[in-house]
T-cell receptor, first 112, second 116 residues
Framework: GQNIDQPTEMTATEGAIVQINCTYQ??????LFWYQQHAGEAPTFLSY????GLEEKGRFSSFLSRSKGYSYLLLKELQMKDSASYLC?????????????FGTGTQLKVEL | DAGITQSPRYKITETGRQVTLMCHQT?????MFWYRQDLGHGLRLIYY???????DKGEVPDGYVVSRSKTENFPLTLESATRSQTSVYFC???????????????FGSGTRLTVV
């Protein structure tokens, strides 16, 4: 079967670094997405990993280990505006299309 | 305007009524998707479409109908709304994943539907 897990909530301090973990189990896998979602808004794309290793994009980095079914999103120099839900999703390319399976999201609260 | 738009933004309907949620994209993306988002469940796929006139069920299709007569539009219809369909609905589109890694998945702003 398919399963994807991430912590429900995390709290961190402004200016600090936080790591949000995601583990998944799936028989098919073509890549992993991270999205940010502010309350009442649509998910917005943060990163996409298809190969093992670290992808860095400004204050955000995402890591993937396909053999371990594990990814993390690293947020540096946290700002108050980073308070949001962070969604992990794995991506499967099938004959009928390309589908994302999402975790339930990690609600990050950034405090002063 | 370019992008992906959903309408209405908010909708309240009564149990048993038919309601249609609209989704329009201007990128000519091949693939379009409908997700619902509920507390504790995250985003779950309802239906998806690989091209005009090609649709398929996702994880939670019961009670929903879709059509795609034109590439740019992908309406979602609740044939007889139930309270359990109260949710936030997101439409998404992506281009062919063979052209762009990950397909450039992009979401619309969402429709918040309440069934009373």
């Amino acid at each position: 079967g398919q399963n994807i897990d991430q912590p429900t909530e995390m709290t961190a301090t402004e200016g600090a670094i936080v790591q949000i973990n995601c583990t998944y189990q799936t028989s098919g896998f073509n890549g992993l997405f991270w999205y940010q979602q502010h309350a009442g808004e649509a998910p917005t794309f943060l990163s996409y990993n298809v190969l093992d290793g670290l992808e860095e994009k400004g204050r955000f980095s995402s890591f993937l280990s396909r053999s371990k079914g594990y990814s993390y999103l690293l947020l540096k120099e946290l700002q108050m505006k980073d308070s949001a839900s962070y969604l992990c999703a794995f991506y499967i390319l099938t004959g009928g299309g390309n589908k994302l399976t999402f975790g339930t999201g990690t609600q990050l609260k950034v405090e002063l | 305007d370019a992008g992906i738009t959903q309408s209405p933004r908010y909708k309240i309907t009564e149990t048993g009524r038919q309601v249609t949620l609209m989704c329009h994209q201007t990128w000519s993306h091949s693939y379009m998707f409908w997700y619902r988002q509920d507390l504790g469940h995250g985003l779950r796929l309802i239906y998806y479409s690989a091209a005009a006139d090609i649709t398929d069920k996702g994880e939670v299709p019961d009670g929903y109908v879709v059509s795609r007569s034109k590439t740019e539009n992908f309406p979602l219809t609740l044939e007889s709304a139930t309270r359990s369909q109260t949710s936030v609905y997101f439409c998404a589109s992506s281009e062919s994943p063979y052209r762009t890694p990950g397909g450039g998945y992009t979401f619309g702003s969402g429709t918040r539907l309440t069934v009373v």
